[in-house]
């Protein structure tokens, strides 16, 4: 695709379509391709912004509405624009673009760039592009936001002692609750995104120096080789990176609480965290694993090793119990009369 400047008279809708991926300098043919990519939808946000004592630049800021937090848009970037004192006679050998990225804004997280690709990821996660007249670059600003819920007490893996905390549908809270937990550098995160579509934040998270490189690297190795249009919940993940399929019982272990994912980074495993879900996958999983509650950390090791273990026994008797009673009284039916001090009864209904 080739999104440069019409030469010869055509429309702007049809100079859009032989572009390449790099930004235009003309800012009425940016903003076409904006509107044209997303279908000119209603939830957009396209407007010009006055640019200090530059009334001769034209600028517009581009947002999603419900992505973004409005009073960042508002406080720090619209009025940080249009009020900014400078003038171009103070520093003529800087450019505009640069001005606004280091004297304007008020926002941490700010980007410069010239894909359209990165661009387009950049709004669909909630910031705010930035474009201006004659530049072939674009700024994009750090503004996300909107309704989330709020963190609330667990509901699948509650506890008597210990934290109520539980994670929410948010990735960046997810791993601020796990890092309150382990105040350490050495607290590693690596970030990608999944889904041809959907393009969704995924961050695997565990501790250098404890976790294994290799299974750090088989980890990295099978999310970056998924190929799937889009990811709804960590349940896709799940499936897709596991070894075994034709199982009963499963092999990652997932937790809504962020002392349970805190506890198990600390054991060596790592943890995966998909946006949008507040279960989080750990790897790797062991069968006495799904034995353990999250109140073991919090009780003397002596009484959580007991109750682990009779945890254990208490499911295997479970699990054969029933099956060697009617194998007892079907195939020996003598063994269903049991006497006692003299006296017999039987079992068997």
Request: no cysteine; proline share 3%.
């Amino acid at each position: 695709m080739n999104y440069s400047k019409n030469q010869q008279g055509n429309s702007p809708t049809e100079s859009t379509d032989k572009s390449s991926n790099n930004i235009d300098t003309s800012l009425f043919v940016n903003v076409e391709i904006i509107k044209k990519r997303t279908g000119n939808s209603s939830d957009i946000v396209i407007r010009p912004v006055k640019l200090g004592k530059f009334p001769k630049v034209k600028t517009k800021i581009i947002y999603v509405k419900g992505l973004v937090d409005n009073q960042t848009i508002n406080d720090f970037l619209i009025e940080a624009m249009i009020d900014h004192p400078a003038s171009q006679e103070q520093n003529p050998q800087q450019e505009v673009i640069d001005m606004i990225a280091e004297d304007v804004v008020a926002v941490g997280g700010i980007k410069k760039s010239r894909d359209w690709d990165e661009l387009f990821t950049e709004l669909m996660s909630g910031n705010t592009i930035i474009f201006i007249e004659g530049n072939n670059a674009a700024l994009s600003v750090s503004t996300q936001g909107g309704e989330r819920r709020a963190i609330q007490e667990s509901t699948t893996n509650g506890s008597i002692r210990g934290s109520k905390e539980a994670f929410n549908e948010s990735i960046e809270t997810n791993i601020a609750l796990v890092r309150r937990i382990i105040n350490t550098p050495d607290l590693w995160i690596e970030s990608m995104k999944i889904g041809k579509m959907t393009k969704t934040d995924v961050s695997i998270m565990y501790i250098n120096g404890i976790a294994k490189v290799e299974i750090i690297e088989e980890v990295r190795k099978r999310l970056k080789r998924i190929e799937i249009d889009g990811v709804l919940e960590s349940g896709f993940i799940e499936q897709l990176i596991e070894d075994q399929t034709n199982t009963t019982f499963p092999t990652i272990h997932h937790t809504e609480r962020p002392d349970g994912v805190a506890g198990n980074l600390l054991e060596g495993r790592i943890a995966i965290f998909v946006n949008g879900t507040p279960f989080v996958l750990m790897v790797p999983a062991l069968f006495i694993d799904f034995f353990q509650s999250v109140e073991d950390y919090y009780e003397r090791f002596d009484i959580s090793s007991a109750i682990r273990l009779l945890r254990t026994i208490i499911f295997f008797i479970s699990l054969v119990g029933p099956a060697v009673y009617i194998a007892a009284t079907t195939f020996h039916q003598e063994m269903s009369l049991i006497r006692i001090k003299g006296l017999s009864f039987n079992i068997v209904a």
